[in-house]
Nanobody, 122 residues
Framework: QVQLVESGGGLVQAGGSLRLSCAAS????????MGWFRQTSVKEREFVAH????????NYADSVKGRFTISRDNAKNTVYLQINSLKPEETAVYYC???????????????WGQGTQVTVSS
């Protein structure tokens, strides 16, 4: 079992930055791939970024490439999402997830956090 708790969301102006964190408790965090997803009230939960167990491989949705950076610190059982140049349409609840394989495919993730709200004002 892995429990995930996101933090770092908030209200930011367009063009601003935030750093989201996802703290994991439970066993063998370093054996899991981690992903970040986001969801609005009118859109399905969508893939944002993922990172493999070691942090040596990452992948991003096309819409965030060059602006978002996913990273992890296995010693701290934490995965991060640095988000820059935010746009109002990126207002959403951001979720982290853990799974056996690094993927953009949501069903492959076993454990999910409760999410953290990011609101981008124009």
């Amino acid at each position: 079992q892995v429990q995930l708790v996101e933090s770092g969301g908030g209200l930011v102006q367009a063009g601003g930055s935030l750093r989201l964190s996802c703290a994991a408790s439970g066993r063998a965090f370093s054996s899991y791939a981690m992903g970040w997803f986001r969801q609005t009230s009118v859109k399905e939960r969508e893939f944002v970024a993922h990172i493999n167990w070691s942090g040596g491989s990452t992948n991003y949705a096309d819409s965030v490439k060059g602006r978002f950076t996913i990273s992890r610190d296995n010693a701290k059982n934490t995965v991060y999402l640095q988000i820059n140049s935010l746009k109002p349409e990126e207002t959403a609840v951001y979720y982290c997830a853990a799974g056996p394989k690094s993927s953009y495919f949501r069903p492959l993730y076993t454990y999910w956090g409760q999410g953290t709200q990011v609101t981008v004002s124009s």
